[in-house]
């Protein structure tokens, strides 16, 4: 069964570092889609992606934050200047415009 | 902007116990309607989706769900509990006409322990 993959599964940076998350969507979706957990709260939405441009962002996709497809596989996240409340759990999902998918999540940890 | 409330946030059942989970979200138009689940350590799967259609939808693992549009509901049901169901279990909307690849909005989520 195909499977949205985020690699790392577990990232620890210190405060002020940059840091990519990286996410492979199945291969034949056109949607993608990044979202955070963290720790005890619910699961928001940070931003989605198609046709090569962000079509929606939240309130907390600020100028930190910025996604990019640099390839026809990967779909990263870059957060620039990783501050403590940044850490949560990051999900990478993918949809072909149905039901979205979504990886396994890669927990950031900012200290 | 739709929201989405999940007024139970822990819930403790014994196995063969029956189980509803309610989800109350406020949108004004049309939405398509979706439980999702985490099991400990793993990645959200979808169990399952109301796009349109028969209102009580059937999803994996023996799940359901019925729409009530009056009511703007959408409770999770499984008449029989097992231990295995353990996890947490998210009720989400997204706006728009039959599957939509619009945002996600979530609840904050039911934790279900079912107790051997």
């Known amino acids: 069964e195909p499977e949205v993959t985020q690699t790392p599964s577990h990232q620890v940076t210190q405060m002020g570092q940059e840091v990519i998350l990286r996410c492979v969507p199945i291969?034949?979706?056109?949607?993608f889609y990044w979202y955070r957990q963290i720790l005890g709260q619910k699961v928001e939405f940070l931003v989605s992606f198609y046709n090569n441009e962000i079509s929606e962002k939240s309130e907390i996709f600020d100028d930190q934050f910025s996604v990019e497809r640099p390839d026809g596989s990967n779909f990263t996240l870059k957060i620039r200047s990783t501050k403590l409340e940044d850490s949560a759990m990051y999900f990478c999902?993918?949809?072909?415009?149905?039901?979205?998918?979504f990886g396994q999540g890669t927990r950031l940890t900012v200290v | 902007a739709q929201s989405v409330s999940q007024h139970n946030h822990h819930v403790i059942l014994s196995e063969a116990a029956s189980l509803e989970l309610g989800c109350n979200y406020s949108y004004g138009g049309t939405v398509n309607l979706f439980w999702y689940v985490q099991y400990p350590g793993q990645h959200l799967q979808l169990l399952l989706k109301?796009?349109?259609?028969?209102?009580l939808v059937k999803g994996i693992k023996g799940f359901e769900a019925e729409f009530i549009k009056s009511k703007f509901s959408f409770n999770l049901r499984k008449p029989s509990v097992q231990w295995s169901d353990t996890a947490e279990y998210f009720c989400?909307?997204?706006?728009?006409?039959?599957?939509?690849?619009?945002?996600?909005?979530f609840g904050s989520g039911t934790q279900l322990t079912v107790l051997p």
């Open positions: 999902a993918s949809s072909d415009g149905g039901e979205a998918f």
């Open positions: 109301y796009f349109s259609g028969d209102p």
């Open positions: 291969s034949n979706h056109l949607y």
């Open positions: 989400a909307v997204n706006p728009g006409l039959s599957g939509s690849a619009r945002q996600l909005t």
